[in-house]
């Protein structure tokens, strides 16, 4: 069974500060890495997309990938309030399998 | 603008009713999915469709059937032998090419009443 593991939180995080988000995976032949967010009451919203070893940064975001310890990261720099959300890693062989999401709670 | 329709966003139904949740891209995507997602339980895939006129079961698709006649429509139906069927449904499509993920439509959230 191919599995997409995420602590579920919440993850509290003082206003300002780096929320790092954490996601394991146990299908060793995925090729493409996505996190998603996901506002109370709405529909999951693809913010980044990771597809080689490494970081890559998109504004106060950064996906960081390790697909030698099977692992996916992402960081989000200056959290701000509005980052409160439940963040979902997804990790697509065939096709994608989604995990259960980290609730984030940026505190003001 | 592109993107993919869920109707209703709301929909109440009486116990051994049939109903169906519309979902409509104009993204031009090839594959459509459909997942329901209860509190604490993640995304559950019920069906997927990777071209027109096939489709393939998903975790949980006891209960529920879909169609895909057009490449821009993918319907579910929530049939009265879905036992729990309140939930969040949300309806996703995707190129179909390995490096794309999911984009998702704004959910249906069914209520039985």
């Known amino acids: 069974q191919k599995e997409v593991e995420q602590n579920s939180g919440p993850l509290s995080v003082p206003e300002g500060a780096i929320a790092s988000l954490n996601c394991t995976y146990s299908d060793r032949v995925s090729q493409s890495f996505f996190w998603y967010r996901q506002y109370s009451g709405k529909s999951p919203e693809l913010i980044m997309s990771?597809?080689?070893?490494g970081d890559k940064e998109d504004g106060r975001f950064t996906a960081q990938l390790n697909k030698a310890s099977q692992y996916v990261s992402l960081l989000i720099r200056d959290s701000q309030p509005s980052d409160s959300a439940t963040y979902l890693c997804?990790?697509?062989?065939?096709?994608?399998?989604f995990g259960k999401g980290t609730r984030l709670h940026i505190l003001p | 603008d592109g993107g993919i329709t869920q109707s209703p966003k709301y929909l109440f139904r009486k116990e051994g009713q049939n109903v169906t949740l519309s979902c409509e891209q104009n993204?031009?995507?090839?594959?459509m999915y459909w997942y329901r997602q209860d509190p604490g339980q993640g995304l559950r895939l019920i069906y997927y469709?990777?071209?027109?006129?096939?489709?393939q079961k998903g975790d949980i698709a006891e209960g529920y059937s879909v169609s895909r006649e057009k490449k821009e429509s993918f319907p579910l139906t929530v049939t009265s032998a879905q036992k729990n069927p309140t939930a969040f449904y949300l309806c996703?499509?995707?190129?179909?090419?390995?490096?794309?993920?999911?984009?998702f439509g704004s959910g249906t959230r069914l209520t039985v009443v």
């Open positions: 996703a499509s995707s190129p179909g090419r390995i490096n794309y993920g999911y984009t």
């Open positions: 469709s990777q071209i027109v006129n096939d489709f």
């Open positions: 990771i597809y080689s070893n």
């Open positions: 997804a990790v697509r062989g065939d096709k994608i399998i």
């Open positions: 993204l031009n995507h090839d594959a």
